[in-house]
């Protein structure tokens, strides 16, 4: 049998379903590899074997009896620890929160255990989804399976490298600025940031409450469709929430992208920020690779990022200070040195400036939308670079905010951050493709198609050939 | 064009807004952070809002 560690969603669900793969098995050689390899990456903050083990139980009785409930029966998956799940601590990889348990599951943790799936733990984040990497936290920093002295990217890190070290085929992230397309680019892996409110928040611990989405990350295109598909829907609860039909993302993967109508928004990696040779070579060979698969591709201007990046961080900023204003006042220095300075930068914005930053928010998809009349999907930048070293306080600040991704979630849009190569150092490479609102269907459409022509979705850290 | 803020302002703001408990290492993170933010503000472009422009207050897409 393939090496179990790294089954995609889609191969694993069929060996499950057909009854040729035991979930308990599946879940024991993941538990095996984890507690063989964790220790060097700190993927998970908060290992649950036992739980694993239970829910493997159980998907493997009902499957027995016929009882199979979809896809995601029986498959391992990971939270970020800002994700509640009932009766474990969310601590947002914080002192602040290390005995905060959760007394009731967020949604899309329900959606996962009603969809039969094997909780394996709580995963490593950056603290409160803004600060880090930082080593002065209860827990160290999540690291890269392509060389663990490198950064993963953030905040969703525990999420990226599990599911990059096949620890689990699918980890839950969230993005506010990018957090789950960082780590999914960072990591090799792929990222979806779907339509704003297209998966509910409730129960997963706010960074910015206008900007905050949850998404998966997962080794291939096809298997984020699946499971996007199990936690996409409307929360009449969750006040963002879009109030649209869900179904049918995976509808359009392994349709072709002939005639697709391409938009490349070069200036944000050539002009608004130069980025790193190896990734802008990345992103035009995968430019030229959908050329070569029929697409019609143009370039396509939008407003420059530098405007994008002061209304998202205006916005995150003030609605993170707004949250942590209490501990800020009572408990400053339980927060690591980097959170805490990121936070407080909210803390003198000005009323006005945060009401003109929701005003030009709303100018800015209203026209990012409207390009979508020329173009069907637009590919960009992810990050600027590849991952640098994770103990470069330097280099981690500079890059921090050298990114293409939070444009799309200050308009709204879908966002799927794909694998695009790898660099001479061999660090992963990615690149960004976005839609319309509620065009998630047709980014996979896309990303499938080039991932499919590609190949990069075979390739695996190299640790793991020390197995 | 604003001054640079002080130490001395930032402070006197925590105080105001009781951030009482910040060490002179956390008011120097704060005195970055501040400019940071009174940087960022340079690139809102807000010139082109008309009266007209409404907030996105609770962000909701029509689709």
């Not at chain 1, 997962?218 to 969750?238: C, K, P, Q, S």
């Not at chain 1, 349709?255 to 697709?260: K, W």
């Not at chain 1, 916005?315 to 993170?320: F, G, L, R």
């Not at chain 2, 803020?5 to 006197?12: A, Y």
Request: aromatic share 6%.
């Amino acid at each position: 049998m393939t090496d179990l560690a790294f089954l995609t969603v889609t191969e694993a669900s069929e060996l499950l379903r057909s009854r040729k793969l035991s979930p308990i098995e599946y879940a024991q050689a993941l538990i095996a590899r984890i507690e063989k390899h964790d220790g060097a990456l700190n993927a998970f903050l908060r290992f649950t074997p036992d739980i694993a083990l239970e829910d493997a139980r159980r998907a493997e009785a009902e499957i027995m009896r016929g009882g199979w409930r979809g896809p995601l029966h029986g498959v391992p998956y990971g939270l970020k620890d800002i994700i509640d799940y009932a009766g474990l601590p969310t601590t947002a990889h914080s002192k602040i929160l290390a005995d905060n348990v959760a007394k009731s599951d967020a949604v899309v943790t329900q959606k996962l255990r009603a969809a039969g799936a094997v909780f394996m733990g709580k995963l490593s984040t950056h603290e409160f989804a803004i600060g880090g990497p930082c080593f002065d936290l209860p827990w160290p920093p999540a690291r890269n399976p392509w060389n663990r002295d490198h950064f993963c990217g953030g905040s969703s890190s525990g999420s990226g490298a599990a599911t990059a070290a096949g620890f689990v085929p699918f980890a839950i992230g969230t993005d506010t600025g990018g957090s789950i397309r960082n780590p999914a680019t960072m990591c090799g892996v792929v990222g979806m940031k779907g339509t704003y409110g297209l998966v509910s928040r409730r129960g997963v611990l706010p960074l910015a409450f206008s900007l905050d989405h949850v998404g998966p990350l997962t080794r291939t295109v096809r298997d984020n469709a699946r499971v996007l598909e199990a936690i996409a829907g409307y929360d009449a609860l969750d006040p963002g929430s879009a109030n649209v039909r869900t179904g049918g993302v995976t509808s359009q993967i392994g349709s072709d992208v002939r005639g697709l109508r391409i938009g490349v928004i070069r200036h944000f990696y050539t002009r608004d920020m130069e980025a790193d040779p190896e990734m802008i070579a990345g992103i035009e060979a995968a430019v030229k690779v959908l050329a070569d698969l029929g697409a019609e591709v143009r370039e396509t201007d939008t407003a420059p990022l530098a405007q994008y990046a002061a209304c998202n961080r205006t916005i995150m900023t003030s609605e993170a200070f707004a949250i942590h204003e209490a501990w800020m006042q009572s408990r400053p220095q339980d927060y690591g040195s980097l959170t805490r300075e990121r936070i407080m930068t909210g803390a003198f914005v000005r009323a006005a400036d945060y009401v003109n930053a929701t005003r030009v928010r709303a100018k800015l998809a209203s026209a990012f939308h409207a390009q979508f009349a020329d173009i069907d999907v637009a590919v960009t930048a992810s990050a600027m670079d590849p991952a640098c070293r994770i103990d470069d306080a330097k280099a981690i600040e500079y890059t921090y905010g050298r990114q293409a991704r939070a444009p799309f979630n200050v308009t709204g849009s879908p966002a799927l951050a794909v694998p695009a190569g790898y660099s001479k150092a061999g660090l992963p490479l990615g690149m960004q493709l976005v839609g319309k609102p509620g065009s998630e269907a047709l980014l996979y459409r896309v990303g499938h198609a080039y991932e499919q022509a590609t190949g990069w979705v075979n390739k695996h850290p190299a640790f793991t050939k020390q197995e | 064009m604003a001054h640079d803020i002080t130490l001395d302002e930032v402070r006197r703001m925590a105080q105001d807004i009781g951030l009482a408990r910040l060490t002179e290492d956390h008011l120097q993170q704060l005195l970055r952070a501040t400019r940071t933010a009174r940087a960022r503000r340079a690139s809102l472009p807000t010139a082109d809002l008309t009266p007209a422009d409404e907030p996105a207050h609770v962000f909701h897409l029509d689709r």
